[in-house]
């Protein structure tokens, strides 16, 4: 099952990797940095809900 829930996503980020890491950006939105595994074909930063779509082909970088 995708890391995703019915939150509203403040941003959609398509990403060619399965390892992808935020820190919310700047402003009111930043957050420290976390590291997300995605497992499934999305994930949603549990800090700002930004959503990272894994884009059709990526790799798998073993992290």
Do not use: W
């Amino acid at each position: 099952m995708d890391n995703a829930t019915t939150k509203t996503p403040t941003e959609i980020i398509h990403v060619k990797t399965h390892a992808v890491s935020c820190d919310g950006g700047v402003g009111p939105l930043g957050h420290p940095k976390v590291y997300l595994k995605i497992t499934g074909t999305q994930i949603m930063c549990p800090y700002c809900s930004r959503l990272f779509v894994l884009e059709p082909g990526a790799r798998d970088d073993g992290h």
